[in-house]
């Protein structure tokens, strides 16, 4: 290959990263004629709850029901142009899926937005400590080597002892 092929084929993943986060965009766009967004944060630690905010969008009262798992959790209405904000309870270790529907007279109830939220805190009490599972593996790793060293050291010493006998 000619270098200048060389260069041009070097030069390709490079130009593609400067132009990828020019390209890259939020997915799923909120639908413009939605009355109101969603927004879930992480599930905190110590209280077990994802803050969920909603942003209403219209010059309109609106109404919504807040479901975790299909279970409805809040319900209420987000006054003209107005954010609020709601926690929903998510067990350590588990997964819930948050809907937000929008309820009017004329349909009971419009999905508006779901996301899944994970709530992957430690099991202990403690915070940013692991429960005792056992002895560390880079312990079994060094013990493991420490026995094979031993092993190939008696049979270097065993075979050093035998191979340079006389044939007299």
């Given at each position: 290959?000619?270098?200048?092929t060389?260069l041009?084929?070097?030069?390709?993943?490079?130009?593609?990263?400067?132009?990828l986060p020019?390209?890259?965009?939020?997915?799923?766009?909120?639908?413009?004629?939605?009355?109101f967004?969603?927004?879930?944060?992480?599930?905190?630690?110590?209280?077990g709850?994802?803050?969920?905010?909603?942003?209403?969008?219209?010059?309109r009262?609106?109404?919504?029901?807040?479901?975790?798992?299909?279970?409805?959790?809040?319900?209420?209405s987000?006054?003209?142009?107005?954010t609020?904000?709601?926690h929903?309870?998510?067990?350590?270790?588990?997964?819930?899926?948050?809907?937000?529907?929008?309820?009017?007279?004329d349909?009971?109830?419009?999905?508006i937005d779901?996301?899944?939220?994970k709530?992957?805190?430690?099991?202990?009490?403690?915070h940013?400590?692991?429960?005792?599972?056992?002895p560390?593996?880079?312990?079994?790793?060094?013990?493991a080597?420490?026995?094979?060293?031993v092993?190939?050291?008696?049979?270097?010493?065993w075979?050093?002892?035998i191979?340079?006998?006389?044939?007299?």
């Amino acid at each position: 290959m000619r270098i200048g092929t060389r260069l041009v084929l070097a030069a390709l993943p490079a130009s593609a990263a400067l132009l990828l986060p020019a390209a890259a965009q939020a997915w799923p766009k909120p639908d413009p004629g939605d009355p109101f967004t969603m927004t879930v944060d992480e599930a905190g630690c110590r209280s077990g709850e994802a803050a969920v905010t909603l942003h209403n969008q219209t010059r309109r009262l609106v109404r919504f029901d807040l479901r975790s798992d299909g279970t409805s959790m809040a319900s209420g209405s987000i006054p003209a142009l107005k954010t609020i904000v709601r926690h929903v309870p998510v067990h350590k270790g588990r997964h819930a899926e948050l809907e937000a529907y929008e309820v009017t007279d004329d349909h009971p109830e419009t999905l508006i937005d779901s996301t899944r939220v994970k709530n992957d805190c430690p099991w202990s009490r403690r915070h940013g400590h692991l429960p005792y599972t056992g002895p560390p593996a880079d312990l079994m790793g060094r013990l493991a080597t420490a026995g094979g060293l031993v092993v190939m050291g008696g049979i270097l010493w065993w075979y050093g002892s035998i191979w340079p006998r006389s044939t007299m």
